[in-house]
């Protein structure tokens, strides 16, 4: 049971919404693996190890999705890597990261629950709602 709750006040409002997609998915990522890719330093030792394929805009150091502790694709950052490209408006990076997902077989595991008590996956909100970009 998720405590991630989707009211009509947060659907009605596309900032709302916004952060409310980030912030769940931002929450299913271990606090040790935000920290150490929130340090410019460390993504910059990722690109060294892995190269490209770490990031989906590896130029900028932007976009991680791999897991330097497991050192595999993480498909939470790659979900992760969707919604920010898409709030960011980088449609490339969105679609780059929509195919990595899919051809990687994720699924996300991010309950949220819909006010009239409905679960879903994080990932569906995409498929239920229209978001402007």
Request: aromatic content about 8%; hydrophobic content about 35%; charged content about 30%.
């Amino acid at each position: 049971m998720s405590n991630n709750v989707l009211t009509k006040k947060v659907i009605e409002n596309n900032e709302f919404l916004n952060e409310f997609i980030l912030e769940t998915v931002k929450n299913s990522l271990p606090e040790t693996l935000q920290k150490h890719l929130s340090k410019k330093s460390n993504r910059e030792k990722m690109f060294e190890k892995y190269g490209k394929k770490a990031f989906l805009l590896p130029d900028q150091l932007k976009f991680p999705v791999m897991n330097p502790f497991t050192d595999q694709l993480d498909c939470r950052l790659i979900y992760a890597a969707r919604i920010r490209a898409k709030q960011h408006k980088y449609k490339d990076v969105e679609n780059q990261a929509e195919k990595l997902y899919s051809d990687n077989n994720c699924q996300s595991k991010i309950n949220i629950e819909l006010q009239d008590g409905t679960q879903i996956m994080c990932h569906e909100l995409f498929d239920i709602l229209i978001i402007e970009s």
